[in-house]
């Protein structure tokens, strides 16, 4: 089992939709981290967390530390959020971020 | 613009002709890693390095080599590439490792195949 699971592993949706990303890790973390992905393109930070919630525009992400799940969520989405996110987890004693293996987002218009 | 810059973006080269991925950050990161992404098994750790001059193997080092000789700088060596290198290399840096609020920064990517 990995540590980092993500689910859905593909989504699609249509323009408007509320969309949701869930994340859930099984090792202790000291932050976790969500990241996009466009096709063909570098890999951009969204969040980072380390308790409760951040919001930066249309993209919310919360996370539940006892629970050890985190969730992306985007508001009123948009073709341009076509993307893959990728959940990555700081494990505590480790100097590495662990990966979950991305959620393929296709918004349609 | 605080940036993490690789280069080169695309390469296609032959099986055995060592090669030099570069890597530089312009925040005064102490903390700078190398994954590769591959479909199917998502990013790996190549290597790692904490500081100038530390450096030390992540997930899937073998046939990689990096050195930290300045702060900005992190090469990622391949040198005798094999088919099985080809993949989406990543660099990434943050200030240091330890903190809850580092955020970390990605280079664009380099598209690596050989043949």
């Known amino acids: 089992k990995n540590e980092v699971e993500q689910s859905p592993q593909n989504l699609t949706a249509q323009e408007g939709e509320f969309i949701t990303i869930n994340c859930s890790y099984s090792?202790?973390?000291?932050?976790l981290h969500w990241l996009q992905q466009h096709p063909g393109g570098g890999i951009v930070s969204l969040f980072m967390l380390s308790s409760g919630k951040k919001k930066h525009g249309r993209l919310i992400a919360t996370i539940n530390i006892q629970e050890k799940h985190s969730s992306l969520h985007i508001t009123a989405s948009h073709p341009r959020d076509s993307a893959v996110y990728i959940c990555?987890?700081?494990?505590?004693?480790?100097?590495?971020?662990?990966f979950g293996q991305g959620t393929r987002l296709t918004i349609n218009p | 613009e605080a940036q993490v810059t690789q280069n080169p973006r695309y390469l296609i080269t032959v099986t055995g002709k060592k090669l030099t991925v570069t890597c530089s950050q312009n925040?005064?990161?102490?903390?700078m890693s190398w994954y590769r992404q591959d479909p199917g098994l998502g990013l790996r750790q190549i290597y790692y390095?904490?500081?100038?001059?530390?450096?030390d193997k992540g997930d899937v080092p073998e046939g990689y080599k990096v050195s930290r000789k300045e702060k900005r700088n992190f090469p990622l060596i391949l040198e005798s590439p094999s088919p099985n290198q080809t993949s989406l290399y990543f660099c990434a840096s943050s200030l240091w490792w330890g903190g809850r609020n580092t955020e970390a920064f990605f280079g664009q990517g380099t598209r690596l195949t050989v043949v």
């Open positions: 090792v202790g973390i000291s932050a």
């Open positions: 990555a987890v700081r494990s505590t004693g480790a100097q590495k971020l662990v």
């Open positions: 390095s904490m500081n100038v001059e530390v450096t």
């Open positions: 925040m005064n990161h102490e903390y």
